[in-house]
């Protein structure tokens, strides 16, 4: 995303223009932008060579997935209906993981049937129940079990999965149990210790902090798993305060670990892969003024994007066309939907706008279009890929006729 002469392009398309064919909002992606963040991402880690595992809850649309399948990785899925698309897709089981503290019976057997590379299981009961269906089916299926190190990733409380209050994962002593347990099991082989803290982390320590956590499980058991798995988590900077995590530091980190446990490393990667790829074109349907601040009324709302009435996210946001008037006085940029907490973002001051503008709420890539919802009966957005100078509907915006 970037300027020419005050208009903003999507590569190389006028974000204006695309508007115009397009009806908004819809989710506009960069295929550049998701090609330099795997590679980006590969290049971080290249002296580990981990299995990377992409976390399809934060982006599920068929299209990336294929994309980022063609870049070589594999993905995290935590449902059936994920790892129906992940395999869709193209992506082979054996680079799929399935993370989640309630898969059923149904979805147990689903993934053994498909011979995923490891369930990774949240509970003993879940333990469990994939050794009773493996049992039935006479196979041995391979695990992971998932750690909660109880550790504080420091990031926004709702998105933080790592502390004993969470729900998921499963405390040290009850892993070192369950694994004295089961480790003998003829249904199920535990190879994998698994762990997911938090997302948007933007400090390396607590990944300090988490793999020596892991590092002390696997002294005190002694046991040989052939997989560690750090999920994913990696933050990414919304606002351009140029705040990132130290890709260096967390890598160093895992390669000292690496010295002394022979393992491969695994890891589930979201938000930093699909984060910064996409913005969510959006018109003013209304400027409403009042003494106080200008509501700035879009055509888009938080059923098309969630993440700020959800978390209390804050996300840029940006005109297509700059334009050199600037009005001090709060802007309240909102949605139609009859919720006060629809509302994206409040500015002191922002350029003068109109009706029919065109602005782009930015970084929407990850728990963006995943999230969305027919919240006042409104239809999902359109996602469109732009590639250099052309573009792509990647999925079209829901029929209203068929919806009603
Ligand atoms: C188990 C697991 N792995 C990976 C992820 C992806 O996290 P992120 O998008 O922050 O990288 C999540 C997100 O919640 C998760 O729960």
Do not use: W
Not at 222 to 229: A, L, M, R, S
Not at 264 to 277: L, Q
Not at 313 to 335: E, T
Not at 348 to 370: F, M, R, S, T
Request: glycine share 6%; proline share 2%.
């Amino acid at each position: 995303m970037q300027y020419k002469n005050k208009n903003l392009y999507i590569e190389n398309i006028n974000a204006h223009s695309l508007a115009k064919k397009i009806d908004t909002p819809f989710y506009c992606y960069s295929f550049d932008k998701l090609k330099r963040n795997i590679d980006e991402f590969k290049k971080n880690f290249s002296t580990i060579n981990p299995l990377i595992c992409f976390s399809v809850k934060s982006n599920n649309n068929l299209n990336i997935l294929r994309i980022i399948k063609n870049f070589g990785l594999g993905a995290d899925i935590v449902s059936r209906g994920e790892l129906l698309r992940a395999l869709k897709a193209g992506i082979k089981p054996e680079k799929i993981v399935f993370s989640g503290v309630g898969k059923t019976a149904d979805e147990i057997s689903f993934a053994i049937k498909k011979k995923i590379l490891l369930i990774n299981a949240e509970s003993e009961n879940e333990v469990k129940a994939i050794q009773k269906i493996a049992k039935r089916k006479r196979e041995k299926v391979n695990i992971g079990l998932r750690l909660n190190p109880n550790i504080d990733a420091r990031t926004l409380g709702k998105i933080s999965t790592g502390r004993n209050e969470d729900k998921f994962g499963i405390t040290g002593k009850n892993l070192i149990k369950i694994l004295n347990k089961f480790k003998n099991s003829s249904n199920i082989n535990i190879k994998c210790l698994s762990v997911h803290i938090g997302s948007q982390i933007l400090d390396h320590r607590p990944y300090l902090k988490m793999i020596k956590v892991i590092d002390n499980i696997i002294e005190k058991t002694k046991y040989k798993f052939d997989y560690v798995d750090l999920g994913g988590g990696m933050g990414i900077d919304y606002n351009l305060n140029s705040k990132k995590l130290n890709y260096k530091k967390y890598n160093l980190i895992i390669k000292k670990f690496l010295k002394k446990n022979k393992v491969k490393i695994i890891f589930e990667p979201g938000r930093s892969i699909v984060g910064n790829v996409a913005v969510l074109i959006s018109k003013v349907i209304y400027v409403k003024s009042s003494s106080r601040k200008n509501f700035i009324i879009l055509d888009s709302a938080m059923n098309d994007f969630m993440r700020p009435a959800l978390y209390g996210s804050s996300h840029r946001i940006v005109p297509a066309k700059k334009n050199q008037s600037i009005v001090k006085k709060v802007h309240d940029f909102v949605g139609p939907i009859c919720e006060t907490t629809d509302s994206f973002l409040s500015l002191k001051k922002y350029q003068k706008l109109n009706e029919n503008d065109i602005l782009a709420i930015c970084d929407v890539g990850a728990y963006g279009i995943v999230l969305a919802s027919n919240y006042n009966l409104r239809t999902k957005p359109a996602e469109v890929m732009v590639s250099k100078s052309s573009f792509k509907i990647i999925s079209k915006r829901e029929n209203i006729n068929k919806l009603v």
